[in-house]
């Protein structure tokens, strides 16, 4: 039997395991529903429509609270890494939203967090050009933005 038949088997196997459990009421799963998806926002095409959607409140500036960990220059805009970690040790962070202005559609992407999650997220997004990236961090007293700007020499959502 060669490597990646068992390596095929072994991975089935823990599947069917965890898929078992699941079934049982050992694990519970999260499911996310329709209504909670806010079609709204992603949907929007300017970046202040797509803050109003979200937040619906006052945003008060966030700059020495959201700390970005993002290129100053992404050589390719079709994957650009980004990261946004909340400094304020003290604040329960719910939510943490990622925007790029220059975007078709300015909202990049959405996490809930758990209370006793560290908030901290990273991921990847497109980019049509260079642009602010727009963070909102929502907390227990309110909801927060910061900006960068990454320069983007090509690719994109522009082609």
Known sequence: MNSSRRSFIRQSAILGALGALH???????PQASARDWNT???EADSLDE???RLTGETVRDGAGII???AP???ENGAVVPIGVRVEDGEEIVSSIA???EKNPRPLAAFYDL??????FIRTRIKMRETAPVVALVRTESGIY????????TKGGCGG
């Not at 079934?23 to 799963?29: S, V």
């Open 98 to 100: 990622i925007l790029c």
């Open 67 to 69: 700390r970005f960990v």
């Open 23 to 29: 079934a049982a009421g050992f694990l519970n799963f």
């Open 145 to 152: 933005r910061a900006e960068h700007i990454v320069k983007v």
């Open 40 to 42: 709204e926002a992603f």
């Open 72 to 74: 100053p220059i992404a």
């Open 50 to 52: 797509a803050i109003n």
């Open 114 to 119: 758990h209370p006793d999650a560290v908030p």
